[in-house]
């Protein structure tokens, strides 16, 4: 079993960059495909938790059914939301990366950096043209 698991979607950008920077570790990662395979309650319960973050700040809005759900409502409890992402995994922003180092929300994907238990192999440059991680390992960003 891999000490490393990704929240993973392979259609996003940012994805993609912190699955490409995880194996730049010589890394491979167990990659759950959260679309097909949602975490259960407990699961994400855990996640958020672990990376210190507000259930709120792990919702994803842009390309979801946030606005048409009325998630944007303060007054829309923790448990609300959870039930939402549970509903509709969309939700769920990405990637959540978990390691012996923390859990974190990815977002940029160079926050992977922080949290990897082995250092970069060598150069990296993210899809849009960033580099991030010089051939020494290095990181630039």
Excluded at 8 to 30: D, F, K, Q, V, Y
Excluded at 31 to 41: C, D, E, M
Excluded at 81 to 109: F, Q, Y
């Amino acid at each position: 079993m891999s000490q490393v698991t990704i929240y993973h979607n392979p259609a996003c950008g940012t994805s993609r960059n912190t699955l490409a920077m995880i194996r730049n570790a010589g890394i491979e990662p167990e990659v759950v495909l959260y679309l097909q395979t949602p975490p259960s309650r407990d699961t994400l319960l855990a996640l958020i938790r672990d990376s210190g973050l507000a259930v709120r700040d792990v919702i994803r809005q842009k390309g979801t059914p946030y606005e048409e759900l009325g998630l944007a409502d303060p007054a829309v409890s923790d448990d609300a939301l959870i039930d939402a992402m549970l509903a509709h995994p969309i939700l769920i922003n990405r990637p959540i990366v978990v390691t012996p180092l923390g859990t974190r929300l990815c977002r940029p994907s160079e926050l992977v950096l922080d949290i990897l238990p082995q250092p970069q192999q060598g150069a990296f440059t993210k899809e849009d043209g960033e580099a991030v991680v010089d051939a020494q390992g290095r990181r630039l960003i």
